[in-house]
């Protein structure tokens, strides 16, 4: 008998939305395995097929027949199973009956918390092919579709209009129904070069078939590749190389299921437009590759890929020139009018649009964050006059036309109509900067002037919407505050800018005018702030514990956060580290459960190990302040770990509880001295071994 076999499933359908295709076919065999693995099935390898007319699995290796296991079903205490007599009791009754068992068949459980009475039963696994189809019915009802259609006469409901569907387990089809679709083995080539019904023999032959019967390129990864290859090939001809964005590759692979490609070109004097502005034009609107020489200037040509091998492919070359060339000349219109009408003229203009009904206008939003970025000036030594014009330009070039029809290109086209207007270059760098980091991993500010404004946009944004009480909920960020706020911690501590977190916050909240609870929306956006560098410092490596030990002294400036959670990490590699985190620990406890006022003088002590120990930690403190004060954290640490032995020695010959209160209050003050050096920099007690 067959201990395991390859499976193929594949849903034929109409084209499926591009933006979509390759998350659904992710979902599909994401689906498909945790149904496998609810049901005990294992297999080898797994692997997704997707092109515009259809989704596809092939699983290597997958179990015939689920695993035999035995089911155990556990009933009442033994306390509550029987009478005092030794009859059975309802409860007990009543459980044997739901087992469809009699009580002499049930068997006793006995744990170290106590003993049960159970029932134990041996179930066969079942045939793989008879689970498969409730499985593939399953994870396409799971599939993350946004809204579904019905077609025909049917019921049935999917993304698109489905037309055929193979199901193959080894050579073996697996007759069944899915969304009304009796199951074969029979698939479909390309629509036009092979529009004809394609008989799959086994799964393993499932890609090859397609390919050389049905001018189909099954595999979504595949495509990518091919359409990559061919774009910089064309381009390579033309004397550049294609500009390829994942996203527009990703989206060109869920298009064609044959690759074609085309070049084309337009005229020359569109390149005088910004290049931001032709590489927008054509991607987002027209789904093409622009050309860019060594310099990653554009040249006068793209790239864009047709579903067939036409016999006339300059007929195709020139229909995609003939539709491009409105979309150039708009652009150029928009980029002319834009500039009969400086930036600096429409910041009026601002007043009309709300930002939000609590905040005001962009206007006000402007003026706040003038404010705001000049007080980073102020704090950093920086011009105030380029940032607070900067601030004041900054959201201008949303009422342009050119915005308005590209809405990516925002600060982009502020930076060149800015340029136009001759205001300053640090000015007009800045006002596309003020948007970094546009995604999670991207540039910071490379400017001052841009990373002092989008500090100052980002925290009124974030301390704005959490006054309104439009905190962030479980996956719903419709202002993207949690970017913001990363984008703030990063431009902080990536560009060295030793700022106090709080102290920006406090002057951000007091610019609104709108009833709110000033205190508790400042706690909450420290927790917010903060739980938001906790999953960076995860992300850069650091422990859970070493951001807790930082964490617990409250240092309010990230950059001076990073410093020590290094050195921390740094320290707990050292050999003293393990020893001097315990007695930390025990130092907190025995401070905490003091009923004892801890004074800050050392008086008299008696044991030479304590009196060793306060000489120790008197020449410590003396050693750290320096090293403190130029934020050389590790440094300090190191100098701390060499006060091991004198503690471990205090704790194995002092009793520091003594009746003596003099000296036990003595000894409270020399714990209490030598835990503030550590807590200088962070609470060691909080690493764990």
Same mark, same amino acid.
């Given at each position: 008998?067959?201990? @395991? ?12 939305? &591009? ?119 399953? @994870? ?50 390309? +629509? ?40 910089? =090939? ?6 550049? @190389? ?70 006339? &492919? ?7 020139? +003939? ?17 009969? =009408? ?24 402007? =003026? ?20 607070? +014009? ?36 640090? *000015? ?8 970094? &980091? ?26 704005? !919407?959490? @006054? ?46 709108? &009833? ?70 025990? !130092? ?26 306060? *000489? ?27 006060? +091991? ?45």
């Amino acid at each position: 008998m067959t201990t @395991s076999n390859h499976l193929l499933f594949e849903l034929g359908c109409e084209e499926l939305p &591009p933006k979509s295709l390759k998350k659904l076919s992710q979902a599909l065999l994401d689906n498909m395995l945790f149904g496998f693995k609810e049901a005990g099935l294992s297999y080898s390898t797994a692997r997704a097929y997707a092109t515009p007319r259809r989704l596809a699995v092939v699983i290597e290796n997958l179990l015939a027949f689920q695993p035999d296991k035995t089911v155990e079903k556990r009933g009442p205490a033994i306390q509550a199973a029987f009478s005092t007599d030794g009859a059975p009791s309802k409860a007990l009754l009543g459980f044997a009956a739901s087992c469809g068992a009699s009580v002499e068949q049930l068997e006793r459980l006995v744990t170290d918390k106590g003993e049960w009475l159970v029932f134990r039963q041996a179930v066969s696994g079942q045939p793989t092919v008879e689970l498969l189809p409730d499985i593939i019915r399953k @994870s396409l009802n799971n599939l993350p579709i946004a809204k579904r259609m019905r077609w025909g006469n049917f019921s049935h409901e999917f993304a698109r209009p489905a037309h055929w569907a193979v199901l193959l387990f080894g050579e073996l089809v697996i007759e069944t129904d899915i969304l009304g679709l009796s199951t074969g083995r029979l698939s479909r080539g390309h +629509r036009f070069h092979a529009p004809h019904d394609i008989s799959i023999p086994a799964p393993l032959a499932y890609a090859d078939v397609l390919l050389k019967e049905g001018k189909v390129i099954a595999d979504f990864d595949q495509r990518m590749t091919v359409i990559r290859d061919a774009a910089n =090939q064309a381009a390579g001809k033309l004397g550049g @190389s294609a500009h390829i964005e994942e996203d527009l590759l990703e989206e060109i692979a869920a298009l064609n299921e044959w690759p074609v490609p085309v070049v084309g070109n337009f005229d020359t004097r569109f390149l005088e437009l910004p290049k931001e502005v032709l590489i927008t034009t054509m991607q987002s609107n027209q789904k093409y590759f622009p050309v860019v020489n060594t310099q990653g200037g554009l040249l006068a040509h793209f790239i864009t890929f047709s579903n067939i091998e036409s016999t006339n &492919p300059s007929s195709i070359q020139h229909g995609n020139e +003939r539709v491009v060339l409105p979309r150039l000349a708009d652009a150029e219109f928009f980029w002319k009018q834009d500039r009969k =009408q400086s930036l600096a003229d429409r910041v009026e203009t601002l007043a009309s649009i709300v930002f939000q009904k609590d905040l005001g206008t962009l206007l006000d939003k402007t =003026q706040r964050v003038s404010n705001l970025a000049g007080y980073i000036a102020e704090q950093l030594g920086a011009d105030v006059n380029l940032v607070k +014009r900067a601030a004041l330009l900054a959201k201008t070039d949303l009422l342009t036309n050119m915005v308005g029809e590209f809405a990516n290109l925002q600060g982009i086209m502020g930076h060149y109509y800015a340029l136009a207007d001759n205001e300053p270059v640090e *000015v007009a760098v800045a006002l596309e900067e003020h948007y970094f &980091p546009k995604q999670s991993g991207g540039p910071t500010p490379g400017s001052a002037t841009g990373q002092i404004l989008a500090l100052a946009e980002k925290i009124d944004t974030l301390s704005g !919407i959490f @006054s309104a009480a439009l905190i962030p909920t479980g996956d719903k960020d419709p202002y993207a505050l949690r970017r913001a706020t990363l984008g703030i911690l990063r431009i902080l501590i990536e560009n060295g800018i030793p700022l106090d977190i709080v102290a920006l916050l406090d002057t951000a909240l007091d610019q609104f005018s709108h &009833p709110f609870n000033k205190a508790e929306t400042r706690e909450r956006l420290i927790d917010f702030i903060f739980e938001r560098l906790k999953g960076y410092c995860l992300d850069q490596g650091y422990g859970i514990d070493e951001f807790e030990a930082v964490l617990a002294v409250n240092p309010t400036r990230p950059l001076d956060f990073m410093l020590r959670i290094r050195a921390v990490q740094a320290f707990r590699q050292l050999p003293e580290a393990e020893s001097l985190a315990a007695a930390n620990k025990r !130092i907190i406890n025995i401070l905490k459960k003091s009923e004892f006022a801890i004074s800050d003088h050392i008086g008299t002590l008696v044991a030479a190990e304590e009196k060793n120990l306060l *000489v120790a930690a008197e020449a410590s403190r003396a050693d750290i302040l320096p090293l403190l004060a130029e934020q050389n954290y590790p440094q300090a640490l190191t100098r701390l770990a060499h006060l +091991r032995d004198s503690v471990d020695a205090f704790f194995d010959h002092v009793m520091v509880n003594t009746e003596d209160a003099d000296l036990r209050n003595n000894r409270l003050a020399l714990l209490a001295m030598l835990s503030n050096q550590f807590l200088e920099i962070a609470d060691i007690s909080k690493l764990q071994s």
